[in-house]
C-alpha cells in the first residue's frame, strides 16, 4: 500500500486506534529534533504542539498587524481632521505638512500642483512643474514606493535631495484629473520598499486631493496651458 492509501484507510477505519490500543503504544518513531525514538502518542503530541507554537506564532502577528492599522488609522484620521479645518490652499499644504511630520515622521514632504485656480500663485508648490512632472502623473495609476526618482523631482527637496534614499510617490486627481504630484521621502531606505502596501498612501493621495477640490475649481486645458507654461 502507498502511504497515502494507509492514511485514506485509517481516517475512514478510526475504530483501529481503540481496538489496537495495546500495540500501538508499542509503536516507536524517531524525534526528528533530539534524534531519539518516542512513542507515537508522544509523537502525535510533539506535532500538536509545534502546530499550536505557529498558530500562536501566526495570531501574534495577525494582532501586531492589526494594532500598527489602528495607529496608521488613527494618524490618518487627526490628519483628515487638520484638513478639514484649512481655510485655503497654503492652509491645506501647511496642514499636511504639519501632519505628517507630528504623526508619521516625515519631514521631507514635495508637492506640485498644476490646472488649480487657487488664487494664491507664490505658493512654491504651485510653481510650474513641466511636462515631466504632467507626464509622471498621467502614468501613476498607483502609488510608487522604492529608491528611485528622477532628478528633477528629486531636485524639489533641494539640498535634502542627495541624502534621501526612499520615496513615496503619487499622483493628485480631482474628477480623474491629474492637477499635481506628491513625493514622500526618507533617508532610511526601508521606509518606501517596492513591496510595502500602499493602501494608506492611496487613501492620503485622496484625501488631500478632496482638500484641494474644496479650496481651489480646476482650469479647463486652454486655461492651464497658459498658467503652467512648459
Not at 7 to 14: C, G
Not at 188 to 212: I, K, Q
Request: charged share 25%.
Amino acid at each position: 500500500m502507498q502511504p497515502h492509501e494507509i492514511v485514506a484507510w485509517l481516517q475512514a477505519n478510526p475504530a483501529f486506534f481503540d481496538d489496537f490500543a495495546d500495540e500501538i503504544a508499542q509503536i516507536y518513531v524517531p524525534h526528528h529534533h533530539h534524534g531519539q525514538a518516542v512513542s507515537l502518542a508522544e509523537r502525535q503530541l510533539v506535532t500538536l504542539r509545534e502546530r499550536t507554537r505557529k498558530l500562536e506564532s501566526r495570531m501574534g502577528a495577525l494582532l501586531q498587524f492589526g494594532e500598527e492599522n489602528d495607529v496608521t488609522s488613527e494618524r490618518l484620521h487627526r490628519l483628515t481632521l487638520s484638513l478639514l479645518r484649512a481655510a485655503n490652499i497654503a492652509e491645506v499644504l501647511a496642514s499636511l505638512r504639519a501632519s505628517l511630520a507630528e504623526s508619521f515622521g516625515l519631514s521631507d514632504v514635495a508637492v506640485r500642483l498644476w490646472g488649480l485656480d487657487s488664487g494664491d500663485a507664490e505658493l512654491p508648490e504651485l510653481a510650474p512643474a513641466g511636462e515631466a512632472a504632467q507626464r509622471l502623473a498621467e502614468q501613476l495609476v498607483s502609488p510608487y514606493c522604492g529608491s528611485h526618482l528622477s532628478d528633477d523631482v528629486r531636485a524639489w527637496f533641494g539640498e535634502r535631495g542627495p541624502e534621501l534614499a526612499s520615496f513615496g510617490l503619487f499622483a493628485l486627481r480631482i474628477a480623474d484629473r491629474p492637477v499635481g504630484v506628491m513625493v514622500l521621502a526618507s533617508d532610511d531606505a526601508e521606509r518606501f520598499y517596492p513591496d510595502m502596501g500602499t493602501l494608506y498612501l492611496s487613501r492620503l493621495a485622496e484625501l488631500v486631493a478632496a482638500a484641494l477640490s474644496r479650496q481651489a475649481a480646476v482650469l479647463d486645458d486652454a486655461e492651464a496651458a497658459v498658467s503652467d507654461p512648459v
